[in-house]
């Protein structure tokens, strides 16, 4: 079994457009939608839910009016300025280390454990699919993709899938970094722009970081000839195999505004493109 | 006043806004708290005149003091440490994860034997420096960091009151985008016209809600997608600030790091009336309190 993950550091250079594809070409695997807080792999591969499960993480203090004496020792203990002068919680503020709760002589704080978002394991016409909605504002986006992994593989193990397909998310922090912990292999999709090219140079010190190899697409490559050589020239430096160049054609939006992955709905060479980008990425 | 620049999707062009936004104003200060992945410098190359590291406080054990009592790994909610008590052959042990640990100084402050010191960790640095009228700030995080907050929030820390401020936030929806949005009197919400988009959008709406910061959209790349953006934004009554068009000029021209206002003074205009509606918007919204 094979664990591949998309991973772009710049958001909207085409991550999900080309996992959807993915889903369309690999056999025998599964999906997984990483990108918890801003999650839109299912809006081209239509799940249905079969199982749905609450995600418990993390802590909220919440004081409690009638024990709480105002003697405010807990408010400068606080890091995170999470307690008011009027002796409550800002929800937003609060990362739950539980001191105040610790220190209050009167025990007026208690924690109390955050339902911090929903995962779902779905069958899709492209087989499973696992993903997740991480409660609005929550926090722990990290926990959530190690969780939906775990359950993503014990799924490929049972079923004896020889892949998992993840969707990853933008950026370099700590979603990313649990999507990308003990992946096979993970494919940067770039865009020939100024933002791309320095965006997925630090997305693959991640990679590197954690000792991860990575392969690389030019997404858009024709919007800047000059800037995508550049990318190129970056790669051939490094070492990293750049498997496909995608070209810029307004057919991909259409694609996707009718809910449908790339290479089913257009037959241009950007498909042939896909297609030959998942021929190098399973051998 | 305070004017943040967020979206749910990636790559929708909040960027692109706040650095257009940016150049259009007087008296502005631009902070750049995507600090995963800081791009708006490459817009605006302003000359960096300091350079700070960027520290949390995690924990370090004064072996001499420690007796493995073990209170520390108790009282830490993230599981930064973990205690091995010893026994006659063997000397005791206390590891410490720093990249699970949140700063939160519980463990410090309530050892009973006080062998615990608070130590800086980097996690990042912070820039600031100017260009021509804008006064620039941003934090860059190190590689293989996992939190971004504790880094956004020592960006806000210089926050300049007198000026106006824009501040460029991270995608998504979760504990990065609040800390950078949390305390702007407005946030205008980037998005294109796809499902993708519109998804994205929603949830970033239930944020801001949550966080009762009165905002507004800004669509990019309008032509291109279906309706549904505008359609959603007239039956939720959630004002539409402005549009760009998909034009491939604008595209190449952002590739290259230049931005619109610098070559379609058109694009000005149209900025600083956003801001007058901006203004327009927020004093309304402070009258009826």
Redesign the interface.
Known sequence: MKQIVVI??????GK?VLSGSLAALANNKIMVDCDV??A?LH?LLHPKVKERHEFKSG?TALIDRKLCKRCGKCIP?C??GAIKDDFTIER??C?????CS??CPHKAIRMEEDVAGEWFVSDTQYGPFVHAK?G????N??KLVAKIRQIAKEIAEKKALDYVIIDG?????????ASLSGVDCALIVT??????L??AQ??R??AK??NISVNLVVNKYD??LG?AEKIEAFCREQGIPVLGRIAFD?KI?EA??K?KTVVEHISSPVAEEIKNIWEQLKS | MIISIAS?????GK?TVAVNLALSLKNIQLLDCDV??P?AH?FIQPRIKEELKAYIPVPEVNEAKCNYCGKCRE?C??HAIAVLPGNECKKGNVLIFPHLC?????CS??CPQSAIKEVNKEIGVIEIGEKDNIQFVHGC?N??????PPLIRQVKKYINPTRTVIIDA?????????TAV?GSDFCVLVTEP???GL??LI?AV??LR??QIPFGVFINRSD???GKVDNYCEEENIPILMKIPFS?EI??S????VPIVKKDSLYQDKFINMYINICTIINEANSRH
């Open positions: 772009s550091g710049k958001g909207g250079t999900t807080d801003a839109d809006l802590q203990v890091r995170f937003f503020s990362e739950g280390c539980g001191l610790l220190i991480l609005i504002a929550e926090e986006s990290g998310p933008p950026g370099i922090g700590c979603p990313v970094i865009e020939p722009t100024l933002s791309g320095h965006d630090r997305v010190e991640v970081h954690f919007l800047n800037i307004k939006v996707l505004v809910g | 749910g999707k990636g790559g929708t960027t995963e992945e791009n490459l009282v909610a993230y949140h700063g939160c100084g519980a402050l309530l995080l590689i293989g960091e996992a939190m971004s991270p995608p998504g929806t979760s504990c990065p985008v609040i949390k796809t499902p993708f998804n994205d949830l239930e944020v949550k966080l291109i997608g279906d491939r595209a190449v952002y590739s290259e790091g």
